[in-house]
């Protein structure tokens, strides 16, 4: 049986420069990995190439071992639906409720009423966002701003989770809390999950296996 | 990027066009999913049609009498002294209907709606508001664009009705006061052929929307963000539109000689 994920020899060159090089490793379906690196390391880029919102200059990518170096918009589209994002620069959508932010990525699937109610009330309570759930995403904080982008990244109940720095800019308490959620429900769900982190300290809150970026 | 694939490079010159084009397109494929589009996309679609059309309303019938009154009192002036109300009103309708009500529509809606419509895609590129969009499954083109199509579309028509119906009112009024012609002959002259005039008219409006909406999708596109960025776009999107809409209303006339 192939990995959930492989990645190869994953390069990213931009106009300025080569932002990525050499990447490789693989992701065991119920797997957690950390990709830790420092400011510009380029972990943010690679949870972006992971997700299809930006296209590898060299390497490839294979999800249950297809290479998707040839995906369109649309094949990306269906992919993005086995997994779960949280990522810093995608954030809530600021004309919508936390709610309605939450679940969306149900509405989108054409989900009936009543899972939907289901999902939804598990997710903001899990999260522990139900004070908020009728309040615009510029009025909350960035500690909720972090649940609400996992409670949406994992309302669909994905197979794959991607999270970008979780746990970056809260004050303690938040970031254990985020993180014991994090892990409790990866485990109780036996998701595989990819986070990036920018610190030892931050790797280690979440048991996993770690990718050092350079 | 923000609504065409950031992987893409649209960024040398001659594929201007092309992007706005590939925009346009991907909004006119978007419309047949809002029937069935959830309740959030539904609802995108009543604020669209609410804020490119409605909301603009009251501004339009003051412009749009303001402008029936001056040009009854210019063509009143010139034609009325020689009691050929007749060619008085061929050319008021002419005007107002064929020329001056869409030309105003197609201002107004890139004025307002096509600005507004550049800076709130520019602004959701900046919020990583489209990347979000992707990540949930949806296509932003078919949540942000396709409403605002259908309300670029529903601004241009309706907009143009309510205001030629304002401008000639405003025009009757004019001239009945000034006993250049009455009300109920005005109206009777004008009904007369208004049809294809109208015809002619809402084409009109509805191409210079349609130009409208295409330039505000494609600035509001474009790579790159600031405040500074933003303020550069809104006012890049008023100006091509405008000089997209004048040289079609060229052509429009042309096609008429």
């Known amino acids: 049986m192939s990995a959930l994920l492989e990645v190869a020899d994953l390069a990213f060159v931009s106009a300025k420069a080569r932002e990525l090089d050499s990447i490789s490793f693989t992701l065991e379906r119920g797997q957690s990995l950390c990709l830790e690196g420092g400011s510009g390391s380029g972990k943010s880029l690679l949870l972006r190439l992971l997700c299809g919102l930006e296209r590898p200059s060299e390497g490839r990518i294979l999800y249950d071992g297809v290479d998707v170096r040839g995906y369109g918009e649309g094949a990306w589209r269906k992919l993005r639906r086995q997994m779960g994002v949280a990522l810093d620069g995608a954030g809530l959508i600021s004309h919508l409720t936390l709610s309605e932010n939450i679940a969306y990525p149900l509405l989108a699937r054409g989900e009936g009423d009543e899972a939907l109610s289901a999902a939804l009330e598990f997710s903001l309570a899990y999260f522990d966002l139900y004070p ?4 615009m995403p510029p009025e909350l904080p960035s500690g909720l701003v972090r649940r609400a982008l996992l409670a949406r990244a994992t309302i669909t109940n994905p197979p794959l989770l991607l999270c970008d720095t979780p746990f970056e800019g809260l004050h303690d308490e938040a970031r254990d809390d985020i993180a014991r959620a994090l892990s409790r429900y990866v485990t109780a769900r036996g998701l595989s999950l990819i986070y990036t982190a920018r610190s030892d300290a931050e790797a280690a809150l979440v048991p996993s296996a770690i990718v050092r970026l350079p | ?33 809002l029937l069935f589009a959830h309740r959030l996309t539904r609802r995108r679609v009543v604020e669209a049609l609410f804020d490119v059309a409605a909301r603009p309303l009251s501004l339009l019938t003051v412009l749009a009498a303001s402008l029936g009154a001056a040009v009854a009192f210019s063509v009143g002036l010139a034609l009325g002294v020689i009691d050929v109300d007749a060619l008085l009103l061929g050319a008021l309708r002419h005007i107002l209907t064929r020329d001056i009500a869409p030309l105003l529509v197609g201002i107004f809606v890139a004025g307002r709606s096509g600005v507004a419509l550049a800076v709130r895609l520019r602004r959701m590129a900046m919020a990583g508001e489209m990347d979000a969009l992707r990540l949930m499954g949806e296509s932003p083109a078919r949540y942000v664009l396709s409403p605002a199509l259908l309300g670029f579309f529903a601004a241009a028509a309706g907009l143009y009705l309510w205001g030629l119906f304002i401008a000639h009112f405003s025009a009757a009024l004019v001239l009945d006061a000034r006993h250049v012609v009455a009300i109920a002959r005005y109206r009777d002259l004008v009904a007369a052929a208004a049809a294809t005039d109208i015809y002619y008219g809402l084409v009109r409006a509805l191409v210079f929307g349609l130009l409208a909406f295409l330039v505000a999708a494609y600035e509001g596109s474009r790579a790159g963000g600031s405040s500074e960025v933003v303020e550069d776009s809104a006012g890049k999107t008023f100006v091509y539109a405008l ?12 096609l008429n000689a």
Do not use: C
């Not at chain 2, 694939?5 to 991907?26: D, I, K, M, Q």
């Open chain 1, 132 to 135: 908020w759930r009728a309040a």
């Open chain 2, 1 to 33: 990027m923000a609504l065409t694939p950031r992987y893409l490079n649209w960024s040398s010159g001659l594929r201007h066009a092309g992007v706005a084009l590939w925009l346009g397109g991907a909004a006119i494929a978007g419309l047949p999913g």
């Open chain 2, 243 to 254: 000089i997209l809409i004048f040289a079609a209303e060229a052509v429009f006339a042309g």
